[in-house]
């Protein structure tokens, strides 16, 4: 296996456990506050970086096979950054093809397991949000996460034969992906970062936080992972 597909079959959650182990020296005093928003945006646009560039790989790879794939994909319907849901969906449907070329009674709701790849993302946010500095910083919102909002990441909510995410998760992308282009391109260091009247009133306004960004880009990975070890699994044979 080349390098390419191991940076595809890396996990996402590798970032997130690398900034907890890394943090574990600094203590949870409340002298190191002041470091919580720093280190989780610091962490939130690794991932995002690290996930847009897994998308662009996966379609090179499956270009470098598939050679109308290639004209279409990068002559016809050319992708961005891949940062937005649409071309995630975009990548995830091209991902579903080539698969089905192969194995044309191919069905995703039945050949991923949706309620293991729910487990294990919950998991990974445990690891990362519970007894850990992320966690002390974090305790209202973690803890609320924990014992009410897990249950937006439902079996029939993501990985269905058109879509890759479904109902709320897609609108729980979009805000991930507004507090994506905020961070990167710094619109903070101008405008106020005190949420207005209007937001707060919002139903949704608490699930607008750093757990759910984290879980759903987990999530993706995850998919993303179980479909390319199945595309690889079928091409090598």
Not at 22 to 41: D, M, R, S, V
Not at 78 to 91: D, I, Q
């Amino acid at each position: 296996m080349h390098n390419q597909s191991n940076f595809i079959l890396s996990p996402i959650c590798n970032i997130l456990s690398d900034v907890v182990s890394g943090n574990y020296g600094l203590g949870n005093g409340i002298e190191t506050y002041p470091l919580n928003e720093h280190i989780l945006q610091s962490t939130f646009l690794k991932m995002t970086g690290f996930q847009e560039q897994k998308m662009k790989i996966i379609c090179w790879e499956l270009a470098s096979v598939d050679f109308e794939y290639r004209y279409k994909r990068f002559t016809q319907t050319l992708l961005g950054a891949c940062s937005t849901y649409k071309e995630k969906n975009l990548v995830y449907n091209d991902l579903l093809d080539q698969i089905k070329l192969m194995e044309p009674n191919f069905d995703v709701t039945t050949s991923i397991n949706r309620k293991e790849i729910r487990r294990k993302t919950i998991w990974e946010l445990q690891k990362a949000f519970q007894e850990t500095n992320l966690g002390s910083w974090n305790q209202v919102i973690a803890s609320d996460f924990f014992l009410n909002h897990t249950n937006l990441i439902k079996n029939h909510f993501f990985a269905t034969s058109d879509n890759l995410l479904e109902n709320v998760l897609q609108d729980k992308y979009e805000l991930l992906y507004k507090h994506r282009n905020r961070c990167a391109h710094n619109t903070l260091s101008y405008q106020s970062n005190l949420p207005t009247l209007k937001e707060l009133s919002e139903e949704n306004y608490n699930l607008n936080n750093y757990p759910i960004r984290f879980g759903i880009l987990i999530l993706i990975d995850k998919v993303f992972i179980r479909l390319y070890e199945k595309y690889l699994c079928l091409k090598d044979n």
